[in-house]
């Protein structure tokens, strides 16, 4: 086992790795200029022409290509991924007229992109380049260039693709932050993008699809406060609404209750839940998202919120366990 230490040699390359790729990750900044507005300008015209961004690329640019891809499609850009040996085995049936192709790869010379330029080039498709040399055979062919040179790769023998590959990540990344502010993309777009898992709970759900029958408890403002006390009991979120007629006119915690009891008994028979209730309570429309919810409940430290329809009226309470169990969060 590797010696336990700050000073070994194997956290020192770690480390080493770490500065690397931050510098080089740092570098691309200053190359997002004329190419790269070049580059959004003609996949946004592509793609609301009813084209598609399609990536390719071979070995650790291909998984690049990839990752690229997802975050592309995630965010409102039909994008999609050609694996380059593939693509000289029948897969280039998947680029069409009026695509963008993005060429991937560390050298530029990659044998396989190479081979499937001549194919890509009689199609009437934008052809660019993602590459480590601009003046490379692939950089030459493409019309618009993403420069992503490293000066060296993390591994010792600068070998394995490592800074290139995060270089190559962080330009994708870019690129995809770029068109998804260039087109609009909105949260409600985000969410319809991701309607599962807790990134879809997050985005989608409301407070009014959480809410239950039992948990619509309410006193008339006159009712005693043994009543009260049964109806927080029989709603299970240790609170009841106060409703005159239709009209929220207030609320009751356990928490008033027990203040309530710290009066003179001689005046627990006489109490009623207008004498013991909150007049302002914290309330929130049904279509307020969940996880806006959570944040009101954390920030009040309150356990229960009520919730009210698009009229105003009372609807019922959703609780803090059952926002919590939502996985929003």
């Known amino acids: 086992m590797p010696p336990s230490s700050k000073h070994a040699p194997w956290l020192q390359s770690a480390q080493h790795t770490i500065r690397l790729e931050a510098k080089a990750i740092g ?9 790269f507005e070049q580059a959004v300008v003609q996949i946004l015209e592509g793609t609301q022409n ?12 291909a998984d690049v290509a990839r990752k690229t891809v997802a975050t592309l499609n995630s965010t ?3 994008a999609a991924f050609l694996h380059a040996a593939d693509a000289l085995h029948g897969d280039l049936g998947l680029v069409s007229e009026g695509d963008v192709v993005m060429a991937v790869s560390k050298s ?13 080039q009689a199609r009437d498709l934008n052809l660019m380049a993602m590459v480590g040399r601009p003046d490379s055979p692939i950089g030459r062919a493409a019309g618009v260039v993403l420069d992503v040179s490293v000066d060296q790769e993390a591994c010792p ?42 990134l879809g709970r997050r985005l989608l759900l409301n407070v009014g699809d959480l809410l239950l029958p039992e948990h619509r408890v ?34 009751v915690t356990d928490g008033d209750l027990r203040r309530a ?16 209730m909150q007049v302002t309570p914290h309330c929130l429309p049904a279509d307020t998202r969940a996880i806006d919810a959570l944040d009101v409940l954390e ?30 969060r």
Not at 261 to 276: F, G, I, K, Q, Y
């Open 157 to 198: 023998y600068d070998l394995a693709p490592t800074t290139s590959s995060a270089a190559q990540l962080a330009m994708g990344d870019a690129l995809a932050m770029a068109l998804m502010e260039a087109r609009g993309f909105s949260s409600d777009d985000f969410a319809r993008h991701h309607p599962g898992g807790s």
């Open 218 to 251: 309410s006193v008339d403002p006159n009712a005693g406060l043994r009543e009260v006390v049964m109806a927080v009991s029989q709603g299970r979120v240790g609170a009841t609404a106060v409703l005159e007629g239709p009209t929220l006119t207030g609320i």
């Open 50 to 61: 009813g084209g598609k961004l399609v990536f390719t690329g071979i070995g650790k640019s």
């Open 76 to 78: 409102g850009t039909a």
């Open 261 to 276: 009891l710290e009066r003179d008994p001689h005046t627990w028979s006489s109490l009623s839940a207008a004498d013991v």
């Open 108 to 120: 530029g010379a990659t044998a396989e992109l190479i081979a499937l330029l001549p194919m890509l």
């Open 27 to 35: 570098a691309l900044e200053s190359r997002i200029g004329a190419a």
């Open 299 to 328: 920030s009040h430290r309150i356990s229960q919120i009520l919730v009210t329809d698009e009229n105003g009226a009372f609807s019922g309470f959703v609780h803090l366990h059952q926002l919590m169990d939502a996985g929003i």
